[in-house]
């Protein structure tokens, strides 16, 4: 019983970036497309040309390709600036959800820490199951692109 419920457990990452709370929230949300590997983690592959979070809740979270094909990946459960914000998550899959991404922003003595909560695994059938393996491997890839989005942005604010 313990084994299934490790198996099934939420995916947690944290980065931290040096800035403030309200920045880091507005550089995630505001400059997603930015940030996001897009090439590498989407729909459309190399045909993909944005991405975008939509700040509200029930806005999107989506790609578009450059013939204009917009693909739903989730809509937002949560928008609380600058602390949180939340999504449903199913890229390129049928809507389902119940898998779900978290975003908490918490001030730090030296900026912010960053920390994707990816939950909903055990809820959302096998074939979402099979894909946690790969998720816990690309999501930390994933926020070290945008702590360097980050990095870049302090360099050309000097």
């Known amino acids: 019983m313990a084994e299934a419920k490790e198996k099934h457990a939420p995916i947690r990452q944290s980065v931290h970036v ?3 709370i309200e920045d880091a929230f507005r550089l995630f949300t505001e400059e997603f497309a ?10 459309s592959g190399e045909d993909s040309e ?3 979070i939509e700040p509200w809740v029930g806005g999107r979270v989506f790609e578009r390709s ?11 459960t949560a928008w609380e ?10 890229p390129d899959r049928p809507r389902d959800d119940r898998e779900s991404v978290e975003i908490e922003f918490r001030t730090e003595a030296y900026g912010t820490t960053v920390i994707l909560t990816h939950h909903g695994w055990h809820l959302a059938g096998v074939e979402t199951c ?3 393996a790969g998720y816990a491997a690309q999501w930390p890839v994933i926020l070290l692109r945008f702590a360097e989005l980050v990095s870049e942005q302090i360099l050309v604010a000097v």
């Open 34 to 43: 930015e940030w996001w590997p897009l090439a590498s983690y989407s729909a």
């Open 130 to 132: 099979a894909l946690q």
């Open 18 to 20: 040096d800035c403030p």
């Open 66 to 76: 450059r013939s204009g094909e917009e693909r739903d990946w989730g809509s937002v």
């Open 81 to 90: 600036p600058p602390k949180r914000v939340a999504f449903t998550w199913h």
């Open 50 to 52: 944005h991405c975008a």
